[in-house]
C-alpha cells in the first residue's frame, strides 16, 4: 500500500503470542541477572567487611567472636559441593587469610617460648585457648614436631619439658599433649637407635636402615612406635627402586652370593613383592654351601698375552717375547685346566680383615664346597712402546659391546680389535661360560705401573719423555699429546677401570716405574711410589694392594715396606713356583707362580695342569721329555 500524503497507510498487526512470550522471558532473566548481580555485590561487599571486622576482634581481643566467625564462613564453604566449590572461592581467600593471621601469631608465641623461655601472658594464653581449633591445630602440630626433634637430637629434654608445661593443659591441646608428655622418657630412650636408622638412611645404606627400624618397631610402641612406622615406609619407597637396580648389576656380574644376601633381606622387608622372590630364586639357584678352606691358596701371574703367533715368534725379539710371554690359547687352556681341577676365583681381600689401619688380621676364607681357592694376576697392563710389533697387544680399548678389548696388529699389518686378544677379555668370556669358575663374580687382580701409559694410554705429561724415548729405540714416531688429549686419555682410561671394577676386577700396584723395589734406596720407593699416587691412584682409585716387579719384595720389618704399610699397601706379592702366603705385621705376603713360555718349560706346576696340554704347538722352543 503506498502513503498520501505522507502518511503510511498500512495496518499495524498485533504482536504474536509467542513473541509477547519471547520478550517476557528475557524481561524475567534480565531482572534475575540484576538481582544475581546484586546480590553477588552485596555479598562481595559483606566478606569485604569480613576479614577487617575478624582483626579488630582480634585486637579487641574478643577471640569468641574472631572464632565464630571463622566458624561461620568455614561452615559456608563446607555446605558447599564439590563441583560447586568455585562460587565460594571468595570466602576460600577470607578463610585463608584468617589462618595466616592467626598462625602468624601463633608462630610468634611459640618461637619466643622455645628461644626465650617466654612465659605466655593473660592476653596470649586467651588467644592460644580461646581460638580453640584455629591454634589448637598448630600447638599440637609443634609438639608432635618438638617430639621427633627430641627423637632426632636437635632439641634437648629440658627445652621439651618447659614447653610442655608452658601449652600441655590448654583445652584445645591437653588430648594430645598430655599422653605425648608421658613418652618423654621412653622416646628418650629410644634416641640412639633412631638417630642411627636415620644416618644410615641419610647415607643410602638402606638394607641396614631397614633392620634397624624393624628392630626398633619391635621394641616400641606409641610415639616412637608411629615414627618408626613412618620412616619405615617412607624408605621402602626411597630404596625398591635402586636395590633392585643394584641387584640386577650383581646378577648380571655372576655376583650370586652378594645378591642372595641381598634379595634375602629383600625378602623379609617386601614378603609379598614377586619381583624379588624372581630374583632372589635366580641367584640361590647359582649358590651352594660355603664352608671354610684351610689349604694352599694357589695364585698364578700372566703379563700381557701374544695375541699374534705369527708376528711374535718370526721377529728379532722373537726369543725373548717367546720367554716372557704365554700365547692367548695357552691361557685359555690354563683357564680350562684349572677350572676342571675345581678352582674357584677369590679376592685376596676375602682373606683379610682390614678394617682398622694400624694392624691386619686373618679371617676364615669361606669357598663353595669342594672348591679349591685361586687368585688370578694379570701384571703390567701399561704397553710399552718396546712391545709394539712383538705380535701383543697396545692397548685397551671397548668394542662395540662396550666390552674390554686388547687392539693389536696382525701379521698383514692390520688393526685388530678383540675380546680374546688379552688376559681380561678371556677370562671374562670364561667366566661367562662357566661362572662357577667365580666365586661371587671375582675375576682377578691387575697390577699397573706408570711407566709410558696405563692402558696404553699416555695419562700424564710426565710420561711423554719415557714413551718417546722408548718409540725412538723402535724407530717409531714420537708421540706429543696436547693437554686436551691427554684429559681424554684419562678418562678414556677411567671408564675402563670402572668397566673393570663393575665386573670383578681389582688393582693393585706394580710401582710406577717398575723398578727392582729391593735394591732401591728409601728416597728411590718414595720418589717412585710417589708418582704412582699422584698419576695412577686417581684413576684406579685406592689401592693397597703391591705387586712387586720380578718378585724382588722388600721384608716387612723393613723401613722401606714400614713406609708403604703406612700408605696403606698392605697386601703384597712376590715371586716363587709354589703356592705360599703369610701374614705379617699389618700386612699378608703371597708368592705368585709366573706363567710364560720359560716357566711353562722349565717349572714344575703338574699340580695344576698337564703343561703338555698346554703348550703352543706354535712355540720354536718345543717341550723336552
Same mark, same amino acid.
Given at each position: 500500500?503506498?502513503?498520501?500524503?505522507?502518511i503510511d497507510k498500512r495496518i499495524?498487526?498485533p504482536?504474536?503470542?509467542?513473541?509477547r512470550t519471547v520478550?517476557?522471558?528475557c524481561?524475567?532473566?534480565?531482572v534475575?541477572?540484576?538481582?544475581?548481580l546484586?546480590?553477588?555485590y552485596?555479598?562481595n561487599?559483606?566478606?569485604s567487611?569480613v576479614?577487617?571486622t575478624?582483626?579488630e576482634a582480634l585486637?579487641?581481643r574478643d577471640?569468641?567472636?574472631?572464632?565464630?566467625?571463622y566458624r561461620?564462613i568455614?561452615?559456608?564453604?563446607?555446605?558447599?559441593p564439590p563441583?560447586?566449590?568455585?562460587?565460594?572461592?571468595?570466602?576460600?581467600q577470607i578463610l585463608?587469610?584468617?589462618?595466616s593471621?592467626?598462625?602468624?601469631r601463633?608462630?610468634?608465641i611459640?618461637?619466643?617460648i622455645r628461644?626465650?623461655?617466654?612465659?605466655?601472658g593473660?592476653?596470649d594464653?586467651?588467644?592460644?585457648e580461646?581460638m580453640?581449633?584455629?591454634t589448637?591445630a598448630?600447638?599440637?602440630n609443634?609438639?608432635n614436631?618438638?617430639?621427633?626433634?627430641?627423637?632426632?637430637?636437635t632439641?634437648?629434654?629440658p627445652?621439651l619439658?618447659?614447653?610442655?608445661?608452658?601449652i600441655?593443659?590448654?583445652?584445645?591441646?591437653e588430648?594430645f599433649a598430655s599422653?605425648?608428655?608421658?613418652?618423654?622418657?621412653?622416646?628418650?630412650?629410644a634416641?640412639?637407635d633412631?638417630?642411627e636408622a636415620?644416618?644410615?638412611?641419610?647415607?643410602n645404606d638402606y638394607?641396614p636402615a631397614a633392620?634397624k627400624?624393624?628392630y626398633?618397631l619391635g621394641?616400641s610402641?606409641g610415639f616412637v612406635?608411629?615414627y618408626?612406622n613412618?620412616?619405615?615406609?617412607?624408605l621402602k619407597?626411597v630404596?625398591?627402586?635402586?636395590?633392585?637396580?643394584q641387584?640386577?648389576?650383581?646378577l648380571?656380574n655372576f655376583?650370586?652370593?652378594?645378591?642372595?644376601?641381598?634379595?634375602s633381606?629383600?625378602?623379609?622387608?617386601f614378603?609379598?613383592?614377586?619381583?624379588?622372590?624372581?630374583k632372589?630364586?635366580?641367584?640361590?639357584?647359582?649358590?651352594?654351601?660355603?664352608?671354610?678352606?684351610?689349604?694352599?691358596?694357589?695364585?698364578?701371574c700372566v703379563?700381557?698375552?701374544i695375541?699374534d703367533?705369527?708376528?711374535?715368534?718370526? =721377529?728379532?725379539g #722373537?726369543?725373548? $717375547?717367546e720367554s716372557?710371554y704365554?700365547?692367548?690359547?695357552?691361557?685359555?687352556?690354563i683357564l680350562? @685346566? !684349572?677350572y676342571e681341577k675345581d678352582y674357584?676365583?677369590?679376592?685376596p681381600?676375602?682373606?683379610?680383615?682390614m678394617?682398622?689401619d694400624?694392624?691386619l688380621?686373618?679371617?676364615a676364607?669361606?669357598v663353595?664346597?669342594?672348591k679349591?681357592p685361586?687368585?688370578?694376576?694379570?701384571?703390567?697392563?701399561?704397553y710399552s712402546?718396546y712391545?709394539y710389533?712383538k705380535?701383543?697387544?697396545?692397548?685397551l680399548?671397548?668394542?662395540?659391546q662396550?666390552q674390554?678389548?686388547g687392539?693389536?696388529l696382525?701379521e698383514s699389518g692390520?688393526k685388530v680389535?678383540?675380546?680374546?686378544?688379552?688376559?681380561?677379555?678371556i677370562l671374562d668370556?670364561?667366566v661367562?661360560?662357566?661362572?662357577d669358575?667365580?666365586f661371587?663374580?671375582?675375576?682377578?687382580i691387575?697390577?699397573?705401573s706408570?711407566?709410558e =701409559?696405563?692402558? #696404553?694410554?699416555? $695419562?700424564?705429561?710426565?710420561?711423554?719423555?719415557?714413551?718417546?724415548?722408548?718409540l725412538?729405540?723402535m @724407530? !717409531?714416531?714420537?708421540e706429543?699429546?696436547?693437554e686436551?688429549?691427554?684429559e681424554?686419555?684419562r678418562?678414556k682410561v677411567?671408564e675402563?677401570?670402572e668397566k673393570?671394577?663393575?665386573?670383578?676386577?681389582?688393582?693393585a700396584?706394580?710401582t710406577y716405574?717398575?723398578?727392582?723395589a729391593?735394591d732401591?734406596t728409601?728416597?728411590v720407593?718414595r720418589?717412585?711410589?710417589?708418582?704412582?699416587l699422584d698419576q695412577?691412584a686417581p684413576?684406579?682409585?685406592?689401592?693397597?694392594?703391591?705387586?712387586y716387579?720380578n718378585g724382588?719384595f722388600?721384608k716387612g720389618s723393613d723401613?722401606?715396606?714400614v713406609?708403604?704399610?703406612n700408605?696403606g699397601f698392605?697386601i703384597?706379592?712376590?715371586?716363587?713356583?709354589y703356592p705360599?702366603?703369610?701374614f705379617?705385621?699389618n700386612?699378608?705376603?703371597?708368592d705368585?707362580a709366573?706363567?710364560?713360555?720359560?716357566?711353562?718349560?722349565?717349572?714344575?706346576y703338574?699340580?695344576?695342569?698337564?703343561?703338555?696340554?698346554?703348550?703352543?704347538e706354535t712355540?720354536?722352543n718345543?717341550?723336552t721329555?
Amino acid at each position: 500500500m503506498t502513503a498520501d500524503f505522507g502518511i503510511d497507510k498500512r495496518i499495524e498487526r498485533p504482536l504474536t503470542r509467542e513473541k509477547r512470550t519471547v520478550i517476557t522471558i528475557c524481561l524475567i532473566i534480565l531482572v534475575l541477572y540484576s538481582a544475581v548481580l546484586g546480590m553477588i555485590y552485596n555479598n562481595n561487599t559483606r566478606l569485604s567487611g569480613v576479614l577487617s571486622t575478624f582483626k579488630e576482634a582480634l585486637e579487641d581481643r574478643d577471640y569468641n567472636r574472631a572464632l565464630e566467625m571463622y566458624r561461620d564462613i568455614h561452615a559456608k564453604i563446607v555446605e558447599v559441593p564439590p563441583e560447586k566449590l568455585s562460587s565460594v572461592e571468595k570466602e576460600k581467600q577470607i578463610l585463608l587469610s584468617m589462618e595466616s593471621i592467626v598462625d602468624e601469631r601463633v608462630r610468634s608465641i611459640e618461637e619466643r617460648i622455645r628461644n626465650n623461655r617466654y612465659q605466655p601472658g593473660n592476653d596470649d594464653r586467651a588467644f592460644l585457648e580461646q581460638m580453640k581449633e584455629m591454634t589448637g591445630a598448630s600447638l599440637t602440630n609443634w609438639l608432635n614436631d618438638l617430639a621427633e626433634e627430641f627423637l632426632l637430637g636437635t632439641v634437648e629434654k629440658p627445652t621439651l619439658q618447659y614447653i610442655f608445661d608452658q601449652i600441655g593443659d590448654y583445652s584445645n591441646v591437653e588430648a594430645f599433649a598430655s599422653p605425648l608428655r608421658k613418652e618423654i622418657d621412653s622416646i628418650e630412650i629410644a634416641r640412639g637407635d633412631i638417630q642411627e636408622a636415620e644416618r644410615l638412611f641419610e647415607e643410602n645404606d638402606y638394607i641396614p636402615a631397614a633392620i634397624k627400624f624393624e628392630y626398633i618397631l619391635g621394641v616400641s610402641d606409641g610415639f616412637v612406635y608411629s615414627y618408626a612406622n613412618r620412616r619405615l615406609s617412607e624408605l621402602k619407597n626411597v630404596m625398591y627402586e635402586p636395590i633392585m637396580e643394584q641387584c640386577d648389576d650383581l646378577l648380571a656380574n655372576f655376583r650370586y652370593y652378594s645378591a642372595e644376601k641381598i634379595l634375602s633381606d629383600m625378602a623379609r622387608i617386601f614378603p609379598d613383592d614377586q619381583k624379588v622372590q624372581a630374583k632372589l630364586l635366580d641367584a640361590t639357584s647359582n649358590t651352594v654351601l660355603v664352608e671354610n678352606y684351610f689349604g694352599q691358596i694357589e695364585v698364578i701371574c700372566v703379563k700381557p698375552l701374544i695375541a699374534d703367533t705369527g708376528v711374535a715368534f718370526s =721377529t728379532g725379539g #722373537g726369543s725373548t $717375547t717367546e720367554s716372557f710371554y704365554l700365547t692367548t690359547e695357552e691361557f685359555k687352556r690354563i683357564l680350562q @685346566a !684349572l677350572y676342571e681341577k675345581d678352582y674357584i676365583l677369590i679376592d685376596p681381600h676375602s682373606m683379610v680383615d682390614m678394617t682398622n689401619d694400624t694392624f691386619l688380621l686373618d679371617k676364615a676364607l669361606l669357598v663353595p664346597k669342594g672348591k679349591k681357592p685361586l687368585v688370578i694376576i694379570v701384571e703390567n697392563v701399561n704397553y710399552s712402546a718396546y712391545q709394539y710389533g712383538k705380535g701383543l697387544c697396545s692397548r685397551l680399548v671397548f668394542n662395540d659391546q662396550e666390552q674390554i678389548c686388547g687392539e693389536y696388529l696382525n701379521e698383514s699389518g692390520q688393526k685388530v680389535v678383540s675380546r680374546t686378544a688379552e688376559a681380561i677379555g678371556i677370562l671374562d668370556s670364561f667366566v661367562e661360560a662357566n661362572p662357577d669358575f667365580s666365586f661371587n663374580g671375582t675375576k682377578g687382580i691387575i697390577s699397573l705401573s706408570g711407566y709410558e =701409559t696405563v692402558f #696404553g694410554y699416555i $695419562t700424564d705429561p710426565d710420561q711423554i719423555d719415557d714413551r718417546n724415548e722408548a718409540l725412538a729405540a723402535m @724407530a !717409531l714416531p714420537a708421540e706429543e699429546p696436547s693437554e686436551e688429549d691427554i684429559e681424554l686419555n684419562r678418562q678414556k682410561v677411567i671408564e675402563i677401570v670402572e668397566k673393570l671394577k663393575d665386573t670383578g676386577w681389582v688393582f693393585a700396584s706394580s710401582t710406577y716405574g717398575y723398578i727392582n723395589a729391593d735394591d732401591s734406596t728409601m728416597e728411590v720407593i718414595r720418589n717412585d711410589t710417589g708418582k704412582w699416587l699422584d698419576q695412577v691412584a686417581p684413576l684406579t682409585g685406592e689401592v693397597d694392594m703391591l705387586v712387586y716387579p720380578n718378585g724382588n719384595f722388600i721384608k716387612g720389618s723393613d723401613s722401606r715396606c714400614v713406609y708403604l704399610k703406612n700408605l696403606g699397601f698392605r697386601i703384597f706379592f712376590g715371586v716363587g713356583p709354589y703356592p705360599y702366603y703369610t701374614f705379617g705385621d699389618n700386612y699378608m705376603y703371597m708368592d705368585r707362580a709366573m706363567m710364560n713360555g720359560d716357566t711353562l718349560r722349565n717349572a714344575n706346576y703338574s699340580r695344576l695342569f698337564d703343561v703338555n696340554t698346554i703348550y703352543d704347538e706354535t712355540r720354536k722352543n718345543k717341550l723336552t721329555g
